[in-house]
């Protein structure tokens, strides 16, 4: 089984644990960033969108100008932009990375936020004009005549794109926590993205998606991608105490308003994916063998917010544990961004795969060890340890 890595770009230095607030584009910082994951090991970047983020579009050529493989994923409301143009701008970034694009939808989970850029329909309309939006985007790529469109959302008459997508089309991913996530992205997508939840409630996510797939009677089913925190440290110990301490400054930048987080007049967040990320939080502290919910709590799970907490192998075998159920795609970004990146480069990356290579050779699953090396301990604590703290 092929597990590929996605992390997200970052335009600057600025990050959750630094407090620094520019949104200028730092352009050498950015080149780092990209080539760092690039050499890393890192298959894909999430490129992801707001309405006062930078357009994801130009980031994403940006950064596909200085790496040789690395993906981006480009997050993409429907609201934003027209889906022909969306077809013409995703197929020539394609084209510009030679084959290396893929879009993840965003219907929308918060009525605040999308109104902000104009758009005012309800959540069921969201993800009717999200799934017409998609069909017409596979209709731009593969057709090579001009045709008509009529749907509830859409209509144009006499179209063709000549900007075709190097593989003929662009992989789309869905994600979300609600019915209509489920049934949509069960049915039309090629990756199906999920945030960080316990083993038996990501199964049961699962289990929905591919109740989905079969309905509308696919021979496969979406890829499955899940995202995670990680915190790691040469010892379980010094693991626990950086985690702690990330959890302090998460939760005193969300007392100072510092974080953004989405919510309703009632405090709660508005989309489903942070009420089951809260409800999961309040269950318990720490869920199998290593996922962390209390940085759920401290930012009222405002996107991916739980974390996996150990040593390198105490994570690799976590994140084993989720490609145990049929995760092909393992979304993993730190706080200190940067930092992070290279720290999961070096030592956890390279243990899933050896794990992943092991069971593909010999048919039986490996050991890894519980706790790291002591000569790992002086090349990896001091900067995980120092960073957290600062």
Do not use: C
């Amino acid at each position: 089984m092929t597990v590929e890595f996605i992390s997200a770009i970052n335009v600057n230095q600025a990050n959750e644990l630094n407090g620094r607030t520019g949104a200028a584009i730092d352009l050498p910082w950015l080149k780092r960033y990209a080539r760092t994951l690039d050499d890393y090991g890192f298959d894909y970047s999430l490129v992801p969108y707001g309405s006062s983020f930078h357009d994801p579009f130009t980031i994403a050529a940006a950064f596909t100008q200085v790496t040789e493989r690395l993906r981006p994923i480009v997050a993409l409301r429907p609201n934003t932009i027209y889906p022909t143009v969306a077809a013409k701008a995703l197929a020539t970034l394609d084209q510009l990375s030679e084959g290396r694009a893929t879009v993840h939808f965003i219907a929308g989970g918060d009525d605040h936020e999308q109104a902000r850029e104009g758009d005012r329909l309800g959540k069921q309309q969201r993800y009717a004009r999200q799934e017409e939006y998609i069909r017409i985007l596979r209709d731009v790529w593969t057709r090579r005549e001009p045709f008509d469109h009529a749907g509830e959302f859409y209509a144009f008459e006499d179209f063709v794109s000549h900007v075709v997508p190097v593989n003929g089309t662009i992989p789309i991913s869905v994600g979300g926590s609600s019915d209509d996530a489920y049934r949509q992205g069960g049915a039309l997508a090629d990756i199906f993205g999920l945030w960080g939840e316990p083993l038996a409630d990501t199964q049961e996510q699962i289990d929905r998606i591919d109740a989905a797939a079969r309905a509308v009677h696919r021979v496969d089913r979406p890829r499955i991608w899940v995202t995670f925190r990680p915190i790691i440290a040469p010892t379980e110990a010094l693991a626990w105490e950086k985690a702690e301490r990330i959890l302090g400054v998460l939760q005193d930048r969300a007392s100072k308003g510092n974080l953004w987080r989405a919510k309703r007049p009632d405090g709660r967040p508005a989309n489903v994916g942070s009420q089951r990320l809260l409800d999961i939080a309040a269950r318990q502290d720490v869920h199998d063998r290593a996922l962390w919910t209390p940085t759920a709590t401290a930012t009222n799970a405002g996107g991916a917010s739980t974390a996996l907490v150990g040593t390198p192998e105490t994570v690799a075998a976590a994140i084993l544990d989720y490609v145990d159920l049929g995760a092909e795609l393992i979304s993993i970004r730190g706080y200190d961004n940067f930092n992070d990146a290279v720290d999961y480069g070096r030592y956890l990356l390279p243990l899933v795969r050896e794990e992943l290579a092991h069971r593909e050779r010999t048919g039986e699953r490996g050991t890894l060890q519980t706790e790291h090396p002591g000569a790992l301990t002086e090349d990896l604590a001091p900067g995980l340890l120092v960073r957290a703290a600062s």
